[in-house]
């Protein structure tokens, strides 16, 4: 049970964290902040924070849980805001999509503060962005990935373990340039690819009559292409390197499809489209009971 947890960000995932350590019993009283005064007002309205607090170094004073939940390009400024309020007893997390920057951002800003810091990144979320669309069951069965450094305290990893493990989720642990290699390819490049498949549709002078044909698979294809613009405008440049090097593998697979089809292959084309339909049905397989 903590007495208080700050909340640094009110939106989407800070909002569901609060409202998820609420429900399980594991918070008396939530303080939170955005940049936005409207949206740490209507998270009060809402019951998601119990205080307003009016700067992030309020957010935390009196916290012994904090979570930094803002786009990874406001990290640094964000640590650099509270580090004077940060004390051992302290747990301090984010849910960054990438892990190295936060990290290079903590280790500037933080420094001998740097033993509380646990950085996690939950592996779920929605399109829609907002404190209004916070769920309590937001994180329920989804993958937190935990990439804390040598000078994080052993005890705040297991704190964290133990929260996450509370809200329902699957905890690993994992180096940050493993973490950012692997996100790189099953969740930055596909988030890519959505808006500029997007872009393309929407550059032809027939676009409005094509979008008026789209059924289902162009649906759950490009359901991301509806994400928060900031959000990943951060997350494609902080991962940038890893994410360039995956966009250079799709590129190189569908240049080999278009190869094909242009020499009229159909075998060729098929054994391609077999290849990737047996690895996402034995995908899907092994993990079609693991929400998020």
């Known amino acids: 049970m903590f007495e208080q947890l700050g909340v640094i960000g009110c939106g989407l ?12 019993g594991l ?96 592996v779920c979320g929605k399109e829609l962005s907002g404190v209004e669309y916070a769920d309590p069951d937001l994180y329920k069965g989804c993958q937190v990935i935990l ?8 005890a705040k990893i297991k704190q964290a373990q133990e929260v996450w493990t509370a809200l329902g989720c699957r905890v690993l642990q994992m180096s940050p340039e493993s973490h950012d290699a ?3 390819a099953v969740s930055h490049l596909p988030h890519l690819l959505a808006f500029a498949l997007m872009n393309a549709i929407t550059s032809q002078e027939q676009a409005a009559h094509f ?13 991301i292409a509806a994400s928060d613009p900031k959000v990943w405008r951060d997350i ?15 590129q190189e697979q569908l240049k080999i499809f278009e190869n094909l089809m242009a020499q009229e292959d159909a075998q060729g084309v098929e054994q391609l489209i077999t290849q990737a339909s047996a690895s996402r049905a034995a995908w899907h397989l092994k993990h079609h009971n693991k929400p998020c």
């Open 13 to 24: 995932m800070g909002g569901s964290f609060a409202l998820a350590l609420k429900r399980a």
């Open 27 to 122: 918070v008396k009283r939530v303080v939170g902040y955005s940049k936005s005064p409207t949206t740490t007002e209507r998270a009060r309205q809402l019951g998601v924070i119990d205080v307003e607090a009016p700067s992030a170094l309020l957010a935390v004073s009196g916290a012994d849980i904090v979570l930094i939940a803002v786009p990874v390009a406001a990290t640094e400024a964000t640590l650099k805001s509270i580090k004077h309020m940060v004390t051992p007893q302290m747990l301090v997390m984010d849910v960054g999509s990438t892990k190295g920057d936060v990290l290079d951002a903590a280790r500037r800003a933080m420094r001998d503060q740097m033993g509380s810091f646990v950085p996690a990144h939950p």
């Open 147 to 154: 990439t804390p450094t040598e000078r994080t305290l052993t």
């Open 182 to 184: 692997a996100f790189a």
């Open 211 to 223: 979008l008026s044909l789209a059924g289902p698979g162009f649906r759950d294809f490009t359901r």
């Open 236 to 250: 494609l440049l902080a991962n940038r390197k890893e994410l360039l090097e995956q966009s250079r593998f799709f």
